[in-house]
């Protein structure tokens, strides 16, 4: 039976190519695995099976004169409902925007996918406008994790996590922002990528919804699947006055030639605390013991815990609702303002209050992380610094995670100053705690260089399996 987390991507796109299975059985078992199991999940907010079936059964008829249809010929995929897809509203979690009309074409980053053959389902839930770490809105409601379908499955890109989580799909759309592609990432037991920021372009008539803080990409089962899905999808793009040029390699191919098994680099920094955070206990206990499985097989780890002696989330937040403020300030004092989720609306508020010089020092502290982030990697001549994904435990539906069994609003703090200074950074699952769910360590890596990253992510992911919700 089939099941797309015991077949690699590539090697799914392979049978699909050579045609040992048609793109229309892949595509038809998605949509019976979303029929089975979206119900209590709720990861899909919407489906388009019949241009699905047809989009699949056009791959099966090129593949069947001879074409070459792409890489992902025949790959069924969800895509984060921020971002458009052709034929289908993208309501951005919003009530507000439930009503507008279907989108006239996919965006770049869907159009990629499409393009190198892979079969669109549908849209994944997320929170309205991207804007918190669980996966919730007014509109939809909450998805669910599928270790344990009483937990969130992490945010924003939660609806996706949970469909690749549950084996609904092989790959799914993400974008992170503040940590909405490591988080649900690492809740969910996926290892995932948020690239260098402008990697793949997010082209339009304005700045993103997040401003510079947001980084779109793929989602997948294992480093590989991630990897092979971004070798599409990288690239720049004339609509993209900052999208960076091509790497000229292909990712999947770096992780995969001939001694790039040995993954991970010959030394390592750790930082479990990054110098100003409180961790759970069982978390840090966990991706110690990961950090020491490299370590015994060869890596040098050195500790460094004093990188940021204060948390960043100032100037994040600073920079995150100002572009709220400016995507929905409008609706501040009319009726539609009490529409909003109630976690949106104060961030909403809170941009309109921003002095203009607050906004400037807040970009200033880009530069100031970036500087004390290049400092560790010069002096320690290590590609990457690990550390923890969340510092607090996956938290119940509706509620934060906890620190050590206390509820803790900040229990995503590694992730958001990563956004600021645009590293590259990936999530690996590195085990389970005692309730079965699972957790994640970070890969940050130096400017431009996500092969080590991925690398790295690999070799973690060889060295502790997790296995597959249900299985423990």
Not at 28 to 56: M, T
Not at 453 to 460: D, E, G, I, N
Request: contains cysteine; glycine residues 12%; hydrophobic residues 40%.
């Amino acid at each position: 039976m089939l099941d797309f987390r015991d077949q690699p991507v590539a090697e799914l796109a392979r049978r699909i190519r050579s045609r040992e299975l048609s793109a229309r059985e892949v595509t038809a078992h998605a949509l019976e695995r979303i029929e089975a199991l979206n119900p209590e999940l709720n990861a899909f907010v919407a489906v388009d099976a019949d241009r699905a079936v047809r989009d699949a059964a056009t791959i099966d008829e090129r593949l069947a004169r001879g074409d070459d249809p792409g890489p992902l010929a025949g790959i069924p995929m969800g895509v984060k409902d921020l971002e458009a897809v052709d034929g289908l509203t993208t309501t951005y979690g919003s009530a507000l925007r439930a009503g507008d009309p279907p989108a006239a074409a996919d965006c770049v980053h869907v159009a990629r996918y499409r393009a190198a053959g892979a079969i669109i389902l549908g849209k994944t839930n997320t929170p309205e406008y991207g804007h918190k770490g669980a996966t919730d809105n007014p509109l939809f409601g909450a998805t669910r994790n599928p270790w344990s379908a009483a937990h969130s499955p992490g945010g924003s890109s939660g609806g996706s996590a949970a469909a690749i989580a549950a084996g609904m799909v092989p790959l799914a759309t993400g974008s992170d922002g503040g940590g909405s592609i490591r988080i649900p990432g690492a809740l969910n037991g996926l290892s995932v990528l948020k690239t260098e920021a402008a990697r793949i372009p997010i082209s339009g008539t304005a700045m993103p919804g997040s401003g510079l803080l947001s980084t779109n990409g793929p989602m997948g089962w294992r480093t590989a699947d991630t990897a092979y899905a971004l070798d599409v999808a990288i690239g720049p793009d004339g609509g993209d006055p900052l999208s960076l040029p091509h790497p000229g390699v292909s990712w999947f191919d770096s992780l995969t030639a001939d001694g790039a098994e040995s993954g991970a680099p010959a030394r390592v920094v750790w930082s479990p605390t990054f110098g100003f955070a409180d961790v759970d206990s069982e978390l840090l206990a966990l991706c110690q013991a990961a950090v020491g499985r490299l370590a015994a097989a060869g890596t040098e780890v050195i500790d460094v815990d004093d990188i940021w002696p204060d948390d960043p989330v100032g100037a994040w937040y600073t920079l995150w609702c100002v572009a709220r403020y400016k995507a929905q300030g409008h609706l501040v004092g009319t009726p539609d303002f009490e529409r909003i989720s109630d976690t949106l609306q104060p961030q909403i508020l809170h941009g309109m209050e921003v002095l203009g010089v607050d906004h400037a020092r807040a970009h200033d502290a880009i530069y100031a992380l970036n500087a004390s982030l290049d400092a560790v990697f010069t002096a320690n001549q290590a590609p990457v610094i690990l550390s923890p994904v969340c510092a607090g435990q996956t938290p119940l539906l509706g509620q934060s995670g906890t620190i050590n069994g206390t509820a803790d609003v900040g229990w995503v703090k590694f992730t958001y100053g990563i956004n600021l200074t645009r590293n590259p950074a990936g999530s690996v699952p590195v085990g389970l705690t005692t309730a079965g769910l699972p957790v994640g360590l970070q890969v940050i890596g130096r400017h431009h260089d996500e092969v080590t990253v991925l690398r790295t992510m690999a070799a973690v992911e060889a060295l502790v399996p997790t296995g597959k919700p249900g299985e423990h």
